[in-house]
Protein backbone atom coordinates (compact mmCIF):
# COMPACT_ATOMS: atom_id res chain seq x y z
CA UNK A 1 0.00 0.00 0.00
CA UNK A 2 1.19 3.51 -0.69
CA UNK A 3 1.84 5.82 1.89
CA UNK A 4 -0.80 8.57 0.98
CA UNK A 5 -3.61 5.76 1.29
CA UNK A 6 -2.00 4.25 4.38
CA UNK A 7 -3.15 7.66 5.50
CA UNK A 8 -6.00 8.44 4.14
CA UNK A 9 -7.62 4.79 5.23
CA UNK A 10 -5.87 5.41 9.35
CA UNK A 11 -6.35 9.45 9.37
CA UNK A 12 -9.76 9.53 11.29
CA UNK A 13 -8.52 7.01 13.45
CA UNK A 14 -5.42 8.87 15.12
CA UNK A 15 -7.42 11.76 14.97
CA UNK A 16 -9.59 10.30 17.35
CA UNK A 17 -6.52 8.23 19.18
CA UNK A 18 -4.98 11.64 19.74
CA UNK A 19 -8.38 13.49 21.04
CA UNK A 20 -8.84 10.31 23.52
CA UNK A 21 -4.91 11.03 24.51
CA UNK A 22 -5.66 14.62 25.86
CA UNK A 23 -8.66 13.80 27.27
CA UNK A 24 -6.76 11.12 29.32
CA UNK A 25 -3.98 13.62 29.65
CA UNK A 26 -6.38 15.92 31.49
CA UNK A 27 -7.11 13.23 33.83
CA UNK A 28 -10.52 13.17 31.94
CA UNK A 29 -11.51 9.40 31.06
CA UNK A 30 -13.79 10.26 27.93
CA UNK A 31 -16.70 8.21 26.63
CA UNK A 32 -14.95 5.96 24.95
CA UNK A 33 -11.85 5.23 26.91
CA UNK A 34 -12.88 1.95 26.76
CA UNK A 35 -11.80 1.12 23.82
CA UNK A 36 -8.54 2.83 24.83
CA UNK A 37 -6.29 -0.15 24.67
CA UNK A 38 -7.67 -1.93 21.68
CA UNK A 39 -6.97 1.43 19.92
CA UNK A 40 -3.32 2.09 21.35
CA UNK A 41 -2.91 -1.77 20.06
CA UNK A 42 -4.40 -1.08 16.44
CA UNK A 43 -1.82 2.45 16.23
CA UNK A 44 1.27 0.06 17.71
CA UNK A 45 0.48 -2.20 14.66
CA UNK A 46 0.09 0.39 11.93
CA UNK A 47 3.11 2.07 13.62
CA UNK A 48 4.99 -1.29 12.95
CA UNK A 49 3.99 -1.43 9.45
CA UNK A 50 5.05 2.14 8.53
CA UNK A 51 8.28 1.48 9.72
CA UNK A 52 8.48 -2.16 8.03
CA UNK A 53 7.41 -0.68 4.88
CA UNK A 54 9.71 1.97 4.84
CA UNK A 55 6.86 5.16 4.98
CA UNK A 56 8.31 8.35 5.63
CA UNK A 57 9.98 9.38 8.72
CA UNK A 58 7.37 12.47 8.95
CA UNK A 59 4.55 9.74 9.32
CA UNK A 60 6.77 7.61 11.27
CA UNK A 61 7.44 10.19 14.38
CA UNK A 62 3.91 10.99 14.30
CA UNK A 63 2.95 7.39 15.13
CA UNK A 64 5.87 7.29 17.45
CA UNK A 65 4.68 9.89 19.39
CA UNK A 66 1.21 8.77 19.55
CA UNK A 67 2.35 5.89 20.45
CA UNK A 68 4.30 7.47 23.04
CA UNK A 69 2.12 8.98 24.18
CA UNK A 70 -0.42 5.98 24.38
CA UNK A 71 1.82 3.85 25.93
CA UNK A 72 2.70 6.64 28.85
CA UNK A 73 -0.85 6.49 29.34
CA UNK A 74 -1.52 2.78 29.46
CA UNK A 75 1.17 1.77 31.50
CA UNK A 76 1.00 4.17 33.91
CA UNK A 77 1.84 3.43 37.10
CA UNK A 78 -2.02 3.83 38.92
CA UNK A 79 -2.45 2.86 42.50
CA UNK A 80 -4.33 3.80 45.48
CA UNK A 81 -1.96 6.03 47.37
CA UNK A 82 -4.00 5.51 50.09
CA UNK A 83 -4.28 1.88 50.64
CA UNK A 84 -0.90 1.77 49.69
CA UNK A 85 0.54 3.81 52.83
CA UNK A 86 -2.05 1.82 55.36
CA UNK A 87 -0.41 -0.99 54.19
CA UNK A 88 2.55 -0.05 54.40
CA UNK A 89 2.32 1.18 57.66
CA UNK A 90 0.53 -2.07 59.56
CA UNK A 91 2.90 -4.32 57.97
CA UNK A 92 5.27 -3.05 55.28
CA UNK A 93 7.48 -0.94 56.85
CA UNK A 94 7.76 -3.55 60.22
CA UNK A 95 8.62 -6.31 57.82
CA UNK A 96 10.85 -3.94 55.87
CA UNK A 97 13.30 -3.35 58.67
CA UNK A 98 13.22 -7.36 59.83
CA UNK A 99 14.08 -8.06 55.89
CA UNK A 100 17.37 -5.42 56.55
CA UNK A 101 17.93 -6.49 59.83
CA UNK A 102 21.99 -6.88 59.02
CA UNK A 103 22.22 -3.45 57.91
CA UNK A 104 19.62 -1.94 60.57
CA UNK A 105 21.70 -3.36 63.71
CA UNK A 106 25.02 -2.49 61.81
CA UNK A 107 23.78 0.89 61.67
CA UNK A 108 22.16 0.98 65.50
CA UNK A 109 25.67 -0.36 66.47
CA UNK A 110 27.50 2.17 65.37
CA UNK A 111 25.34 4.90 66.16
CA UNK A 112 24.36 4.04 69.71
CA UNK A 113 27.93 2.51 70.21
CA UNK A 114 29.40 6.33 69.64
CA UNK A 115 26.75 7.74 71.82
CA UNK A 116 27.44 5.47 74.88
CA UNK A 117 30.38 5.36 74.35
CA UNK A 118 31.05 9.22 73.75
CA UNK A 119 28.87 9.83 76.41
CA UNK A 120 30.52 7.95 78.98
CA UNK A 121 33.80 9.08 77.96
CA UNK A 122 32.37 12.51 78.85
CA UNK A 123 30.97 11.78 82.11
CA UNK A 124 34.27 10.40 83.35
CA UNK A 125 36.07 13.30 81.49
CA UNK A 126 34.40 16.30 81.13
CA UNK A 127 36.59 18.49 79.13
CA UNK A 128 36.59 16.01 76.18
CA UNK A 129 33.07 17.50 75.35
CA UNK A 130 35.45 20.73 74.04
CA UNK A 131 36.99 18.32 71.41
CA UNK A 132 33.30 18.36 69.59
CA UNK A 133 31.64 21.54 70.80
CA UNK A 134 32.55 25.17 70.81
CA UNK A 135 32.17 26.63 74.14
CA UNK A 136 29.34 28.61 72.77
CA UNK A 137 27.72 25.39 71.76
CA UNK A 138 27.80 24.05 75.34
CA UNK A 139 26.82 26.98 76.87
CA UNK A 140 23.89 26.89 74.99
CA UNK A 141 22.94 23.54 75.64
CA UNK A 142 23.06 24.23 79.02
CA UNK A 143 20.95 27.01 79.23
CA UNK A 144 18.66 24.59 77.36
CA UNK A 145 18.55 22.33 80.06
CA UNK A 146 18.89 24.53 82.90
CA UNK A 147 16.49 23.42 85.83
CA UNK A 148 14.63 26.52 86.65
CA UNK A 149 13.33 27.05 83.10
CA UNK A 150 9.72 25.84 83.22
CA UNK A 151 9.74 24.58 79.06
CA UNK A 152 12.95 22.72 78.42
CA UNK A 153 14.24 22.41 74.61
CA UNK A 154 15.90 24.93 72.34
CA UNK A 155 14.64 28.55 72.53
CA UNK A 156 13.67 27.52 76.60
CA UNK A 157 11.95 30.26 77.57
CA UNK A 158 8.71 30.15 75.18
CA UNK A 159 5.32 30.36 75.60
CA UNK A 160 2.73 27.16 74.38
CA UNK A 161 1.75 29.29 71.52
CA UNK A 162 5.63 28.91 70.15
CA UNK A 163 5.25 24.85 70.21
CA UNK A 164 4.04 25.69 66.45
CA UNK A 165 7.51 27.24 65.83
CA UNK A 166 9.75 24.33 67.34
CA UNK A 167 7.17 21.98 65.24
CA UNK A 168 8.18 23.41 61.96
CA UNK A 169 11.72 23.64 63.26
CA UNK A 170 12.22 20.47 64.24
CA UNK A 171 11.01 19.17 61.05
CA UNK A 172 13.39 20.98 59.07
CA UNK A 173 16.12 19.93 61.45
CA UNK A 174 15.54 16.98 61.87
CA UNK A 175 14.61 15.96 58.30
CA UNK A 176 17.35 17.53 57.02
CA UNK A 177 19.88 15.06 59.10
CA UNK A 178 17.99 11.76 57.85
CA UNK A 179 17.77 12.75 54.39
CA UNK A 180 21.86 13.62 54.19
CA UNK A 181 22.61 10.43 56.51
CA UNK A 182 20.25 8.53 53.61
CA UNK A 183 22.00 10.21 50.93
CA UNK A 184 25.11 10.54 51.65
CA UNK A 185 25.17 6.39 51.57
CA UNK A 186 25.57 6.77 47.76
CA UNK A 187 29.19 7.29 48.34
CA UNK A 188 30.05 3.54 49.15
CA UNK A 189 28.15 3.99 52.40
CA UNK A 190 31.29 6.14 53.39
CA UNK A 191 28.82 8.95 53.63
CA UNK A 192 26.36 7.41 56.22
CA UNK A 193 28.75 6.05 58.09
CA UNK A 194 30.48 9.59 58.64
CA UNK A 195 26.81 11.08 59.80
CA UNK A 196 26.23 8.18 61.81
CA UNK A 197 29.56 8.32 63.70
CA UNK A 198 28.78 12.26 64.14
CA UNK A 199 25.74 12.27 64.90
CA UNK A 200 26.25 9.74 67.37
CA UNK A 201 29.37 10.95 69.03
CA UNK A 202 27.79 14.76 69.52
CA UNK A 203 24.60 13.61 71.03
CA UNK A 204 26.69 11.23 73.08
CA UNK A 205 28.55 14.59 74.15
CA UNK A 206 25.76 16.82 75.43
CA UNK A 207 24.53 13.85 77.08
CA UNK A 208 27.49 13.07 79.02
CA UNK A 209 28.07 16.33 79.59
CA UNK A 210 24.83 17.44 81.12
CA UNK A 211 24.43 14.10 83.05
CA UNK A 212 28.21 14.82 84.21
CA UNK A 213 27.17 18.49 85.46
CA UNK A 214 23.78 17.31 87.15
CA UNK A 215 21.24 18.24 84.79
CA UNK A 216 20.27 14.54 84.66
CA UNK A 217 16.25 15.55 85.54
CA UNK A 218 15.95 18.11 82.91
CA UNK A 219 17.51 16.34 80.43
CA UNK A 220 16.69 12.76 80.37
CA UNK A 221 13.33 13.63 80.91
CA UNK A 222 13.11 15.29 77.98
CA UNK A 223 14.86 13.01 75.41
CA UNK A 224 13.43 10.07 76.49
CA UNK A 225 10.16 10.72 74.75
CA UNK A 226 11.10 11.92 71.48
CA UNK A 227 14.37 9.83 71.32
CA UNK A 228 12.62 7.02 70.28
CA UNK A 229 11.12 7.91 67.22
CA UNK A 230 13.77 10.64 66.25
CA UNK A 231 17.38 7.94 67.04
CA UNK A 232 15.35 4.77 65.51
CA UNK A 233 14.61 6.80 62.37
CA UNK A 234 18.29 7.86 62.71
CA UNK A 235 19.48 4.99 62.58
CA UNK A 236 17.39 3.91 59.88
CA UNK A 237 18.31 6.20 57.45
CA UNK A 238 21.42 5.35 58.08
CA UNK A 239 20.53 1.79 57.07
CA UNK A 240 18.71 3.10 53.98
CA UNK A 241 22.35 4.71 52.85
CA UNK A 242 24.01 2.05 53.74
CA UNK A 243 21.93 -0.78 51.47
CA UNK A 244 23.29 1.59 48.68
CA UNK A 245 27.07 1.72 49.50
CA UNK A 246 26.76 -2.14 49.71
CA UNK A 247 25.41 -2.32 46.13
CA UNK A 248 27.77 -1.01 44.75
CA UNK A 249 30.58 -2.27 46.66
CA UNK A 250 29.16 -5.70 46.62
CA UNK A 251 26.75 -5.74 43.93
CA UNK A 252 26.75 -10.37 43.84
CA UNK A 253 25.67 -11.07 40.30
CA UNK A 254 24.13 -7.98 38.99
CA UNK A 255 25.89 -5.18 37.40
CA UNK A 256 26.48 -2.15 39.67
CA UNK A 257 23.84 0.40 38.18
CA UNK A 258 21.32 -2.49 38.18
CA UNK A 259 22.06 -3.50 41.66
CA UNK A 260 22.09 0.56 42.68
CA UNK A 261 18.52 0.55 41.27
CA UNK A 262 17.03 -2.28 43.26
CA UNK A 263 18.94 -1.43 46.53
CA UNK A 264 17.33 2.54 45.87
CA UNK A 265 13.75 1.12 45.73
CA UNK A 266 13.89 -1.01 48.65
CA UNK A 267 16.32 1.87 50.39
CA UNK A 268 13.55 4.77 49.57
CA UNK A 269 10.83 2.56 51.18
CA UNK A 270 13.00 2.74 54.13
CA UNK A 271 13.78 6.38 53.59
CA UNK A 272 9.60 6.72 53.83
CA UNK A 273 9.12 5.39 56.95
CA UNK A 274 11.62 7.16 58.48
CA UNK A 275 9.53 10.13 57.53
CA UNK A 276 6.73 9.09 59.40
CA UNK A 277 8.87 8.46 62.42
CA UNK A 278 10.41 11.71 62.30
CA UNK A 279 7.33 13.52 62.40
CA UNK A 280 5.82 11.55 65.04
CA UNK A 281 9.52 12.59 66.98
CA UNK A 282 8.85 16.18 65.94
CA UNK A 283 5.54 15.84 67.33
CA UNK A 284 5.96 14.89 70.53
CA UNK A 285 9.12 16.68 70.65
CA UNK A 286 7.30 20.15 70.48
CA UNK A 287 4.13 18.90 72.34
CA UNK A 288 5.04 16.56 75.03
CA UNK A 289 8.75 16.57 75.78
CA UNK A 290 8.75 20.46 76.42
CA UNK A 291 6.73 20.49 79.04
CA UNK A 292 7.32 20.58 82.42
CA UNK A 293 4.31 20.31 84.29
CA UNK A 294 4.05 16.28 84.59
CA UNK A 295 6.88 14.82 86.61
CA UNK A 296 10.24 13.13 85.98
CA UNK A 297 8.70 9.92 86.77
CA UNK A 298 5.69 10.41 84.69
CA UNK A 299 7.92 11.34 82.01
CA UNK A 300 10.46 8.53 82.07
CA UNK A 301 7.55 6.37 82.11
CA UNK A 302 5.90 7.10 79.49
CA UNK A 303 9.24 7.68 77.77
CA UNK A 304 9.99 3.83 78.17
CA UNK A 305 6.15 3.09 76.87
CA UNK A 306 7.24 4.94 73.88
CA UNK A 307 10.39 3.10 73.19
CA UNK A 308 8.15 -0.10 74.39
CA UNK A 309 5.67 0.80 71.45
CA UNK A 310 8.50 1.27 68.98
CA UNK A 311 10.39 -2.31 69.51
CA UNK A 312 6.84 -4.08 69.58
CA UNK A 313 5.80 -2.47 66.80
CA UNK A 314 8.85 -3.32 64.48
CA UNK A 315 9.60 -6.97 66.35
CA UNK A 316 6.19 -7.93 65.94
CA UNK A 317 3.78 -6.09 63.21
CA UNK A 318 2.95 -7.26 60.23
CA UNK A 319 4.11 -11.32 61.05
CA UNK A 320 0.72 -12.50 59.37
CA UNK A 321 0.43 -11.03 55.91
CA UNK A 322 -3.32 -11.68 55.21
CA UNK A 323 -6.14 -10.42 57.48
CA UNK A 324 -7.04 -13.21 60.14
CA UNK A 325 -10.02 -14.98 58.74
CA UNK B 1 23.05 16.42 9.62
CA UNK B 2 26.05 14.35 9.87
CA UNK B 3 27.55 12.55 6.99
CA UNK B 4 29.58 9.19 7.25
CA UNK B 5 31.52 8.54 4.49
CA UNK B 6 33.55 5.37 6.40
CA UNK B 7 29.73 3.55 5.97
CA UNK B 8 30.18 3.35 2.17
CA UNK B 9 31.09 0.04 1.68
CA UNK B 10 30.88 -1.44 -1.64
CA UNK B 11 29.56 -4.45 -2.41
CA UNK B 12 29.54 -6.45 -5.49
CA UNK B 13 27.10 -8.70 -5.11
CA UNK B 14 24.52 -6.22 -4.90
CA UNK B 15 25.82 -3.78 -7.22
CA UNK B 16 26.71 -0.29 -7.19
CA UNK B 17 23.12 1.43 -7.05
CA UNK B 18 22.77 -0.01 -3.71
CA UNK B 19 25.87 1.06 -2.08
CA UNK B 20 24.98 4.37 -3.37
CA UNK B 21 21.49 3.81 -1.93
CA UNK B 22 22.96 3.00 1.00
CA UNK B 23 25.62 5.99 1.58
CA UNK B 24 22.42 8.52 0.78
CA UNK B 25 20.52 6.67 3.84
CA UNK B 26 23.31 6.87 5.86
CA UNK B 27 23.36 10.49 5.35
CA UNK B 28 20.02 10.74 7.30
CA UNK B 29 20.63 8.15 9.74
CA UNK B 30 21.73 10.01 12.57
CA UNK B 31 18.43 12.56 12.13
CA UNK B 32 16.07 9.56 10.03
CA UNK B 33 16.40 6.28 12.52
CA UNK B 34 17.95 3.39 12.29
CA UNK B 35 21.45 2.91 11.48
CA UNK B 36 21.89 1.01 8.21
CA UNK B 37 23.70 -1.94 8.00
CA UNK B 38 25.29 -3.06 4.54
CA UNK B 39 27.20 -6.17 5.29
CA UNK B 40 25.29 -8.61 3.12
CA UNK B 41 24.98 -10.83 6.25
CA UNK B 42 22.47 -8.96 7.81
CA UNK B 43 20.29 -7.37 4.98
CA UNK B 44 18.82 -4.45 5.94
CA UNK B 45 15.28 -4.87 5.56
CA UNK B 46 13.85 -2.37 8.22
CA UNK B 47 13.59 -4.91 10.65
CA UNK B 48 16.66 -5.37 12.17
CA UNK B 49 17.16 -2.30 14.96
CA UNK B 50 20.71 -1.78 15.61
CA UNK B 51 21.68 0.73 18.15
CA UNK B 52 20.82 4.58 17.22
CA UNK B 53 24.43 6.45 16.25
CA UNK B 54 22.88 9.53 18.16
CA UNK B 55 21.40 10.18 21.41
CA UNK B 56 17.93 9.02 21.11
CA UNK B 57 16.82 5.89 23.36
CA UNK B 58 15.18 2.96 22.35
CA UNK B 59 12.66 1.59 24.59
CA UNK B 60 11.18 -1.88 23.11
CA UNK B 61 7.67 -2.47 24.61
CA UNK B 62 5.31 -5.10 24.77
CA UNK B 63 3.64 -4.24 21.74
CA UNK B 64 6.63 -5.34 19.54
CA UNK B 65 7.68 -1.62 18.93
CA UNK B 66 10.06 0.64 19.60
CA UNK B 67 9.72 3.91 21.35
CA UNK B 68 11.45 6.35 20.24
CA UNK B 69 12.95 8.93 23.29
CA UNK B 70 15.26 11.83 23.41
CA UNK B 71 17.08 12.31 26.51
CA UNK B 72 17.94 15.88 27.65
CA UNK B 73 22.01 16.86 28.16
CA UNK B 74 23.53 19.02 30.14
CA UNK B 75 23.14 22.41 29.22
CA UNK B 76 19.30 22.64 28.96
CA UNK B 77 18.76 20.10 32.54
CA UNK B 78 21.09 23.02 34.38
CA UNK B 79 18.63 25.95 32.88
CA UNK B 80 15.63 24.12 33.82
CA UNK B 81 17.18 23.80 37.74
CA UNK B 82 18.41 27.22 37.58
CA UNK B 83 14.70 28.32 36.61
CA UNK B 84 13.66 25.86 39.53
CA UNK B 85 15.99 27.96 41.74
CA UNK B 86 14.40 31.16 41.08
CA UNK B 87 11.39 30.19 41.28
CA UNK B 88 11.73 28.54 44.62
CA UNK B 89 13.51 31.54 45.65
CA UNK B 90 10.18 33.59 44.95
CA UNK B 91 8.00 31.64 47.12
CA UNK B 92 10.82 31.44 50.23
CA UNK B 93 10.55 35.65 49.74
CA UNK B 94 7.19 35.72 49.51
CA UNK B 95 6.54 33.55 51.90
CA UNK B 96 9.04 34.99 54.65
CA UNK B 97 7.54 38.28 54.00
CA UNK B 98 4.36 37.37 54.74
CA UNK B 99 4.43 34.98 57.55
CA UNK B 100 7.23 36.99 59.02
CA UNK B 101 4.44 38.94 60.62
CA UNK B 102 2.21 36.18 62.55
CA UNK B 103 4.64 36.04 64.82
CA UNK B 104 6.21 32.62 66.40
CA UNK B 105 3.37 30.68 64.66
CA UNK B 106 4.17 32.37 61.47
CA UNK B 107 8.01 31.00 62.00
CA UNK B 108 7.02 27.71 62.91
CA UNK B 109 4.82 27.95 59.25
CA UNK B 110 7.71 29.32 57.43
CA UNK B 111 10.15 26.80 58.45
CA UNK B 112 7.69 24.45 57.66
CA UNK B 113 7.16 25.81 53.68
CA UNK B 114 10.96 26.22 53.74
CA UNK B 115 11.03 22.32 54.65
CA UNK B 116 8.74 21.64 51.79
CA UNK B 117 10.16 23.64 49.09
CA UNK B 118 13.58 22.47 49.64
CA UNK B 119 12.77 18.74 50.05
CA UNK B 120 9.69 18.39 48.38
CA UNK B 121 8.97 21.05 45.28
CA UNK B 122 10.64 18.78 42.87
CA UNK B 123 8.93 15.84 44.32
CA UNK B 124 5.68 16.83 43.97
CA UNK B 125 5.90 18.27 40.78
CA UNK B 126 7.45 15.86 38.92
CA UNK B 127 4.76 13.21 40.47
CA UNK B 128 1.84 15.75 39.96
CA UNK B 129 2.24 17.40 36.95
CA UNK B 130 3.84 14.53 34.76
CA UNK B 131 7.18 14.60 35.71
CA UNK B 132 8.00 18.33 34.95
CA UNK B 133 8.59 20.82 37.42
CA UNK B 134 7.75 24.25 36.14
CA UNK B 135 11.70 25.06 35.02
CA UNK B 136 11.52 21.62 32.54
CA UNK B 137 8.04 22.46 31.48
CA UNK B 138 9.03 25.93 30.82
CA UNK B 139 12.35 24.14 28.37
CA UNK B 140 9.73 21.35 27.33
CA UNK B 141 11.98 18.43 29.56
CA UNK B 142 10.24 15.73 31.36
CA UNK B 143 10.96 13.13 34.20
CA UNK B 144 10.47 9.29 32.97
CA UNK B 145 10.92 6.20 34.30
CA UNK B 146 13.71 4.16 31.73
CA UNK B 147 11.04 2.25 30.42
CA UNK B 148 9.10 5.22 29.26
CA UNK B 149 6.30 5.31 31.99
CA UNK B 150 5.50 8.49 33.90
CA UNK B 151 8.08 8.91 36.88
CA UNK B 152 6.37 7.73 40.62
CA UNK B 153 6.76 8.84 43.83
CA UNK B 154 9.43 6.12 44.78
CA UNK B 155 11.56 7.33 42.05
CA UNK B 156 11.06 10.76 41.97
CA UNK B 157 11.74 10.54 45.80
CA UNK B 158 14.74 8.84 44.93
CA UNK B 159 16.03 10.87 42.53
CA UNK B 160 15.71 13.85 44.40
CA UNK B 161 16.87 13.06 47.64
CA UNK B 162 20.02 11.75 46.06
CA UNK B 163 20.62 15.14 44.45
CA UNK B 164 22.61 15.85 47.55
CA UNK B 165 25.61 13.72 46.34
CA UNK B 166 25.26 15.27 43.04
CA UNK B 167 26.21 18.69 45.19
CA UNK B 168 29.73 17.05 46.49
CA UNK B 169 32.06 18.36 46.63
CA UNK B 170 30.84 22.02 45.03
CA UNK B 171 28.73 22.63 42.75
CA UNK B 172 26.89 19.81 41.24
CA UNK B 173 30.49 18.39 40.13
CA UNK B 174 29.75 15.11 40.54
CA UNK B 175 26.20 15.36 39.08
CA UNK B 176 27.79 17.16 35.93
CA UNK B 177 30.62 14.39 35.33
CA UNK B 178 28.16 11.77 35.81
CA UNK B 179 25.97 13.61 33.19
CA UNK B 180 28.73 14.10 30.63
CA UNK B 181 29.69 10.90 30.95
CA UNK B 182 26.66 8.19 30.73
CA UNK B 183 25.30 8.18 27.23
CA UNK B 184 21.41 9.21 28.21
CA UNK B 185 23.11 12.09 30.58
CA UNK B 186 21.88 10.67 33.71
CA UNK B 187 23.03 12.49 36.91
CA UNK B 188 23.98 9.50 40.01
CA UNK B 189 20.24 10.40 41.39
CA UNK B 190 18.88 9.63 37.80
CA UNK B 191 21.18 5.88 37.95
CA UNK B 192 19.64 4.73 41.58
CA UNK B 193 15.79 5.75 40.52
CA UNK B 194 16.06 4.24 37.23
CA UNK B 195 14.47 7.59 35.72
CA UNK B 196 15.46 9.25 32.39
CA UNK B 197 15.01 13.59 32.05
CA UNK B 198 13.90 13.53 27.82
CA UNK B 199 12.60 16.34 25.76
CA UNK B 200 8.95 16.03 25.33
CA UNK B 201 7.87 15.35 21.87
CA UNK B 202 6.47 18.48 20.05
CA UNK B 203 4.05 17.97 16.88
CA UNK B 204 6.48 18.48 13.55
CA UNK B 205 4.97 20.69 10.67
CA UNK B 206 3.51 18.73 8.11
CA UNK B 207 6.46 18.84 5.00
CA UNK B 208 5.17 19.49 1.61
CA UNK B 209 6.44 17.75 -0.74
CA UNK B 210 6.89 19.48 -4.35
CA UNK B 211 4.21 19.21 -6.81
CA UNK B 212 6.03 17.08 -9.70
CA UNK B 213 4.82 14.46 -11.68
CA UNK B 214 5.23 11.17 -10.34
CA UNK B 215 7.93 8.74 -12.04
CA UNK B 216 8.23 4.86 -12.15
CA UNK B 217 11.00 3.28 -9.96
CA UNK B 218 13.54 2.14 -11.77
CA UNK B 219 14.29 -0.97 -10.10
CA UNK B 220 13.32 -2.55 -6.84
CA UNK B 221 14.15 -0.43 -3.48
CA UNK B 222 14.74 -1.92 0.18
CA UNK B 223 12.78 -0.29 3.07
CA UNK B 224 15.64 1.73 4.02
CA UNK B 225 16.22 3.00 0.70
CA UNK B 226 12.90 4.31 0.63
CA UNK B 227 12.95 5.78 3.32
CA UNK B 228 16.11 7.70 2.55
CA UNK B 229 14.23 8.48 -0.67
CA UNK B 230 11.18 10.05 1.24
CA UNK B 231 13.46 11.60 3.63
CA UNK B 232 15.24 13.61 0.85
CA UNK B 233 12.04 14.67 -0.65
CA UNK B 234 10.57 16.20 2.62
CA UNK B 235 13.52 18.01 3.36
CA UNK B 236 14.50 18.99 0.13
CA UNK B 237 12.97 22.47 1.08
CA UNK B 238 15.09 23.14 3.90
CA UNK B 239 18.52 22.89 1.78
CA UNK B 240 20.18 25.05 -0.54
CA UNK B 241 20.25 24.18 -4.41
CA UNK B 242 23.65 22.75 -4.54
CA UNK B 243 23.43 20.46 -1.80
CA UNK B 244 20.23 19.36 -2.90
CA UNK B 245 21.95 19.05 -6.53
CA UNK B 246 25.13 17.61 -4.66
CA UNK B 247 22.92 15.16 -2.60
CA UNK B 248 21.15 14.07 -5.98
CA UNK B 249 24.16 13.57 -8.16
CA UNK B 250 25.57 10.84 -5.88
CA UNK B 251 22.33 8.66 -7.39
CA UNK B 252 22.86 9.71 -10.73
CA UNK B 253 24.93 6.94 -11.96
CA UNK B 254 22.32 3.82 -10.68
CA UNK B 255 19.68 6.19 -11.84
CA UNK B 256 21.10 6.31 -15.25
CA UNK B 257 20.23 10.12 -15.98
CA UNK B 258 22.81 13.04 -16.29
CA UNK B 259 23.78 14.73 -12.88
CA UNK B 260 21.37 17.87 -13.57
CA UNK B 261 18.26 16.11 -13.56
CA UNK B 262 19.09 13.44 -10.62
CA UNK B 263 17.47 15.81 -8.14
CA UNK B 264 14.10 16.33 -10.40
CA UNK B 265 14.09 12.27 -11.16
CA UNK B 266 14.57 11.43 -7.18
CA UNK B 267 11.39 13.58 -6.32
CA UNK B 268 9.40 12.43 -8.73
CA UNK B 269 10.25 8.64 -7.25
CA UNK B 270 9.43 9.94 -3.73
CA UNK B 271 6.02 11.10 -5.29
CA UNK B 272 5.43 7.51 -7.00
CA UNK B 273 6.37 6.10 -3.61
CA UNK B 274 3.98 8.54 -2.23
CA UNK B 275 1.34 7.33 -4.38
CA UNK B 276 -1.82 9.55 -5.15
CA UNK B 277 -2.69 11.79 -2.66
Given amino acids: MKQNAFERRHQAEWQAFARQLDALEHGKAGPDSRQFPAAYRRLCRQLALAEQRGYGSRLVEQLQQLALRGHRQFYRHRSHLGARCIGFLLGGFPRLVREEWRLVLAASLLFYASLFGMGLLVYLFPELVYSLLTPEQVAQMEAMYDPDVSRLGRFGERSSAADWMMFGYYVMHNFGIAFQTFASGLLFGLGSLFFLLVNGLSIGAVAGHLSGIGYTDTFWPFVIGHGAFELTAITFSGAAGLKLGWALFAPGRLTRGEALRQAAACSVRLVAGVLLLLLVAAFVEAYWSSMTLPGAPLKYAVGVLFWGLVAAYFLLAGRTRHAPD | ?277
Wanted: proline share 8%; aromatic share 8%; charged share 20%.
Fill in chain 2, 1 to 277: MEWRQSTIRPEPDRGGCLAAGGWLASGFQCEHGRPMSASPAQPSDGTVRQPPLDTRYLVETPEGIDLVLHPAGLVPRALAFAVDLMVRGLILLLAFLLLGQFGELGMGLASLTFFLVTWWYMVLFEVLNQGRSPGKQLLGLQVLHDDGTPVGWAASLTRNLLRVVDLLPFGYSLGILSCLAHPAFKRLGDLAAGTLVVYRERAQPRPSLPEVAAQPLPFALQADERRALLAFAERQAGLSTGRRRELAGILAGPLQVPEAQAEARLLGIARELMGPS
